[in-house]
């Protein structure tokens, strides 16, 4: 059986390889501002300083995916959640699901986005990133960072990034790509997958897409050790 819905999403060529390519680099740069809190800024900054210490103290790091992936998963996963990413991506599935579907499908799911992404920290060749004005909620718990990458040769990309206060911290739950949510275009793939197969369908692709993945997200990485 094809898994073409979990390597080919529906959108165009080049927005697929920016999503890529892109979706978690803006997490490297210091002058990232979530809102006015500067507590988020100290997060995202710290967070900013361990992973270019470690990546300029051992460039090595780009082309081994081990180092690679402990970086990962040591600085940048505490920044998502991804309870809320797949339970906007599922949509109405989500709430069909039992709490143990919940669970394995955000850890799959979440470890199918980082192996994807950490192509993103070995391709990084110091594009330019440009901060447009962003938006907060009124009630100061969700805030859209409007972004656009400039390299040389290539278009500006539009990014914006959608986040939530969880726990008093800011957390990513979904990004855009020129117009285009992360989110919103699995669900149209992944909802086609379960119409045919279930949910234990679609997690089990995910399973066997990951396999060759030796370290996967955690119940704590994912959220999902607290139902939401």
Request: proline content about 4%.
């Amino acid at each position: 059986m094809s898994i073409e819905f979990l390597s080919r999403p529906k959108i165009t060529e080049c927005t697929a390889k920016a999503i890529s390519r892109y979706a978690l680099i803006l997490l490297l740069f210091p002058t990232l501002l979530l809102a006015a809190d500067q507590q988020a800024v100290d997060l995202i900054r710290g967070a900013t300083d361990k992973v270019l210490t470690e990546l300029n103290a051992a460039p090595e790091i780009r082309s081994d995916p081990v180092k690679l992936n402990r970086v990962i998963h040591e600085h940048i996963i505490p920044h998502m959640d991804f309870v809320a990413l797949s339970r906007l991506t599922l949509g109405k599935h989500w709430r069909r699901a039992t709490q143990e579907q919940r669970s394995v499908f955000a850890r799959e799911f979440g470890t199918l986005l980082i192996k994807t992404y950490s192509t993103a920290l070995a391709e990084y060749a110091n594009q330019e990133v440009e901060y447009l004005p962003s938006e907060v909620s009124a009630d100061k718990r969700r805030s859209t960072v409007r972004t656009r990458i400039v390299e040389e040769g290539r278009a500006p990309l539009a990014v914006d990034y959608s986040l939530r206060q969880v726990e008093s911290t800011w957390k990513i739950y979904d990004l855009t790509i020129e117009g285009v949510s992360l989110a919103i275009n699995y669900r149209a793939s992944f909802s086609q997958e379960i119409r045919k197969h279930g949910i234990d369908g679609l997690i089990e692709r995910l399973t066997t897409r990951n396999a060759p993945t030796t370290e996967k997200l955690t119940a704590v990485q994912t959220g999902t050790v607290y139902p939401r």
